[in-house]
């Protein structure tokens, strides 16, 4: 990183931007990269949220503290577990 390169300070880290010479070299790496295509705005915004034909309602909810840390314990997914137990006494 060159002598020259902005320096931002938030209040825990500290961000060293890179100077325009090595934002060139870098925008040159992704433009050489056959991998690499640019995403138009309505391509970005369909990838965002939840997949077209989803199921599923955002709610709001408050749980006490150990069910939600039981369920947390049992590692990843955790939250696709609580729907699961609550299907199960859903009434159907």
């Known amino acids: 990183m060159s002598n020259h390169a902005k320096t931002l300070k938030p209040k825990v880290l500290e961000l060293e931007l890179p100077d325009a010479a090595e934002e060139a070299r ?20 369909k990838m965002r949220g939840r997949p077209v034909g989803s199921n599923k309602t955002l709610v709001h909810i408050r749980l006490d503290n150990d069910v939600v840390e039981k369920f947390k314990a049992t590692g990843a997914g955790w939250q696709t577990r609580i729907n699961e137990a609550l299907k199960k006494i859903s009434v159907a």
């Open 26 to 45: 870098i925008n040159a790496g992704i433009a050489a990269d056959p991998d690499t295509f640019e995403v138009s705005d309505a391509q970005f915004k």
